[in-house]
């Protein structure tokens, strides 16, 4: 089975056309609002409890790692709660991801500092397994020549930096 990056992996859980751009480096319009909206975030927040970490070979930025008495704290940092699901679905693929590939059984945290929220992550077998068809799925839908059609149900479209390619 293949690993995908965890901004791939969720880009997938809310896109399935923007994973496979994303898949084929189309980039997205890097001057969207609300890319740097959430850039400014990341740079303003958690200052002196930063630890930002890139793990190469997960293709992963964690947001924040703290040690704690006997592991490890991962923190993933949202500029909103409208986020909030796939987020926490995020946070999990990150935290199956370094206990797969490094051994290390973590603790998630997601962070929405606007809002004031710290929620406590953990990984059960039942999101392993969401995670495992996820990954499955991922394969099939990114192997193919084209992309998946556009889904009009789809509301947060307008505010989407791969908008032009979809919608143009």
């Not at 909206?37 to 409890?49: P, V, Y």
């Not at 998630?108 to 929220?117: A, T």
């Not at 084209?146 to 947060?156: G, H, N, Q, T």
Request: glycine share 2%.
């Amino acid at each position: 089975m293949r690993y995908y990056s965890p901004s791939l992996f969720n880009a997938f859980n809310i896109c399935k056309r923007q994973s496979w751009l994303m898949s084929r480096q189309l980039s997205a319009d890097q001057y969207n609002e609300f890319l740097e909206i959430g850039r400014l975030i990341d740079e303003a927040t958690f200052k002196r409890q930063r630890k930002r970490i890139y793990l190469a070979d997960l293709e992963a930025i964690l947001d924040m790692v703290v040690k704690g008495k006997d592991l490890f704290y991962i923190a993933e940092i949202k500029k909103s709660s409208k986020t909030l699901k796939s987020g926490i679905f995020q946070l999990k693929y990150y935290l199956f991801l370094i206990k797969i590939k490094k051994g290390i059984k973590a603790i998630g945290l997601i962070k929405i500092p606007k809002e004031k929220i710290s929620k406590e992550v953990l990984v059960t077998e039942e999101d392993e397994d969401k995670i495992i068809d996820v990954l499955m799925e991922m394969e099939r839908v990114l192997s193919q020549e084209v992309p998946p059609k556009v889904d009009i149900e789809v509301k947060r479209c307008k505010n989407c930096a791969h908008f032009e390619f979809c919608w143009s």
